[in-house]
Nanobody, 123 residues
């Protein structure tokens, strides 16, 4: 079992930056592909970014603005969000998928999920 806890969400103005954290317990994250997803009200959960031994992978809407660094020593993965737009407003979820290789963008590929953290971008 892996327990994931997100933090760092909040209210930010358009053009600003925010860093989300996802702390894991129960297992060593280095053996997992980690991903971030988001869900806006009335919309489906969308892929944001993932990181594995194969590298990083980003959704088209966040390429060039978001990055997904990880610190395996701290068992934590981050989502650095820059140049935020109002359309980035959503609940952001961290997820873990056992297996260190591959680019995984479908929510069905992930085994464990955090509770989510709200990000609101104001104009």
């Amino acid at each position: 079992q892996v327990q994931l806890v997100e933090s760092g969400g909040g209210l930010v103005q358009a053009g600003g930056s925010l860093r989300l954290s996802c702390a894991a317990s129960g297992r060593t994250l280095s053996r997992y592909t980690m991903g971030w997803f988001r869900q806006a009200p009335g919309k489906e959960r969308d892929f944001v970014a993932s990181i594995s031994w194969s590298g990083t992978y980003y959704g088209d809407s966040v390429k060039g603005r978001f990055t997904i660094p990880r610190d395996d020593a701290k068992n934590t993965v981050y989502l650095q969000m820059n140049s935020l737009k109002t359309e980035d407003t959503a609940v952001y979820y961290c997820a873990a998928s056992f297996g260190g290789f591959g680019y995984r963008s479908r929510s069905s590929e992930y085994d464990y999920w955090g509770q989510g953290t709200q990000v609101t971008v104001s104009s």
